[in-house]
């Protein structure tokens, strides 16, 4: 059985934030902050892992990157960078 990631990285340099999820979380990561050639987060490396959650279903991962993807989630995200 799978398990999937939702994670969330912070570019301290650049104040962003980037929310995903996978079921290979270090090669993602890797892929953020190395291997990846081209996409959104390419300009903002450094990356670091700020939050991580595992679920048994790619729908339940799915829906939780959707919450911290929504104005109540981004909020959420804030205060874990707040108090990092």
């Not at 050639?37 to 991962?61: C, D, Q, Y």
């Not at 989630?73 to 874990?80: A, D, L, P, T, Y």
Request: without cysteine; glycine residues 6%; hydrophobic residues 35%.
């Amino acid at each position: 059985m799978n398990e999937f990631v939702v994670y969330i990285l912070y570019s301290e340099k650049f104040h962003k934030t980037y929310t995903g999820f996978t079921s290979s979380i270090i090669e993602r990561f890797n892929s953020h902050n190395k291997l990846g050639t081209k996409g959104h987060t390419l300009k903002f490396r450094p990356w670091t892992v700020i939050h991580v959650e595992f679920f048994n279903s790619k729908l339940e991962a799915m829906k939780r990157e959707k919450y911290f993807k929504s104005g109540v989630g981004r909020e959420r995200i804030q205060k874990i960078i707040n108090n990092k």
